[in-house]
């Protein structure tokens, strides 16, 4: 078996802890060359010990000198360069991308350039530059593999098919914690975060509250299957069993089915296209007895509206789309905004922006910058 040397990126978040769980279960099959983190140096060095990486980074260059003083053996970088380092370092064969938010769009674009597999768990960037991490990922002969639940969903029902045979993809949503809430006044932070079926980091949480998280993902599976916009449909799905499904022309409609347990996607990104051994509990289909599925309320929801808006627009609208969602999420756990007000600021955002339709690298970093100021401005 050959050995798989792997850089996590954001090893200290939901996604990059379970990676490391499936990593040390199966430790015959990769090697740990880099992890990087924001802050957060305890847990940090507590990876480091039990995956002894050669190369670390933190975003925060004041707690990269900490963490130099820490530990042994291994070089410690700071500030966005040091990511980059840990990503593109020759040895490493797969970049796990579990940094959240776009800031990490060029650490992913130069571990491309150099060659590297990547397994994205990361939305944002896709929403900010799909179509040229796609193209970039073709022209370097590398893959991009998803670790979204949804997206894995979709990889595994296609499985390499021609993309000509697909009818339409249908995302499937949780709905969040307020699916049947009626009313959406006064929620709190503590209320948003806590997801009726998944545990994950806060930004993403808020956004499957608000169901922006949808949105950003019909972005991400439009240019990670090159499916046009208008043929993919979102249907909230509550018991989060059916990661998501793919019509084909013929009438067939392939699903794929599983316990909501990230290990499943993420060792499927790790091992593609082998399959290897989890320990998530058996899906009983008797136990469940009932899946069932409806229409997103737009009204309610009115960011997946925006992000559906976004994504028909296309060009640069889903670089404002997704820097504004990020500081809008930002106010809202700061407890600046009401939760109902974080589209009500996208909006206002989107509504100033003079769309660019096929932008470069410099324009989207460009036009993130302003998006975000923009937001800073509040309503
Ligand atoms: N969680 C899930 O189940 C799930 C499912 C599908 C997709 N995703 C996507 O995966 C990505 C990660 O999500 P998550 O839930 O794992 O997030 P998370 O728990 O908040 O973890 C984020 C990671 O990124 C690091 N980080 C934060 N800000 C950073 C910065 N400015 N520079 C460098 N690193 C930074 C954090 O370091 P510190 O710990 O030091 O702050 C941490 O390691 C998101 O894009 C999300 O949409 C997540």
């Not at 050995?3 to 996590?8: A, E, G, M, P």
């Not at 993403?204 to 169901?211: C, G, K, N, V, Y």
């Not at 949808?214 to 249907?235: M, R, T, Y």
Request: charged share 25%.
């Amino acid at each position: 078996m050959v050995v798989k040397n792997i850089s996590v990126l954001g090893s200290t978040g939901s996604i990059g802890v379970r990676t490391l769980d499936v990593i040390e279960k199966n430790r015959s099959r990769f090697r740990v060359i880099g992890l990087t983190a924001n802050k957060n140096i305890d847990l940090l060095e507590v990876q480091i010990k039990k995956f002894n990486p050669r190369l670390v980074a933190l975003m925060d260059e004041q707690k990269a000198d900490q963490l130099k003083k820490r530990v042994k053996g291994c070089k410690v970088y700071g500030g966005l360069e040091g990511i980059v380092k840990v990503a593109t370092s020759e040895e490493v064969d797969l970049v796990v991308l579990a940094i959240v938010g776009g800031r990490v769009l060029i650490p992913l674009i130069e571990a491309i350039r150099c060659k590297k597999d990547i397994a994205l768990a990361n939305k944002e960037t896709m929403v900010m530059a799909g179509h040229i991490i796609m193209s970039l990922s073709l022209e370097n002969g590398c893959k991009v593999i998803p670790i979204d639940s949804e997206h894995s969903a979709i990889f595994q029902c296609l499985d390499g098919k021609d993309t000509h045979y697909v009818k339409g993809i249908i995302l499937t949503a949780s709905g969040g914690p307020f699916l049947d809430r009626a009313d959406l006044e006064d929620i709190k932070p503590s209320e948003a975060i806590l997801h009726p079926n998944w545990q994950m980091g806060k930004k993403i949480s808020i956004d499957s509250a608000t169901l922006m998280n949808k949105g950003l993902e019909i972005i991400e599976a439009h240019h990670l299957f090159g499916v046009p916009v208008d043929k993919i449909k979102v249907v909230i799905h509550p018991q989060s069993i059916i990661h998501s499904m793919v019509e084909f022309v013929d009438g067939t409609l392939l699903a794929q089915l599983s316990q909501p347990d990230m290990q499943i996607p993420i060792s499927y990104a790790l091992t593609y296209p082998e399959r290897i051994q989890n320990t998530v509990p058996e899906l009983n289909m008797l136990e469940i007895g009932k899946l069932s599925f409806r229409e997103p309320d737009l009204s309610r929801f009115p960011a997946l509206g925006l992000a559906i808006t976004s994504a028909h627009i296309g060009g640069s609208m889903p670089v404002v789309l997704n820097a504004t969602d990020e500081v809008a999420v930002e106010k809202f756990l700061g407890g600046e905004i009401r939760f109902q007000e974080i589209p009500i600021l996208i909006k206002k955002v989107m509504d100033k922006h003079q769309v660019i339709e096929n932008p470069g690298l410099s324009e989207i970093l460009e036009i993130d910058k302003w998006a975000r100021l923009e937001a800073e401005k509040g309503l």
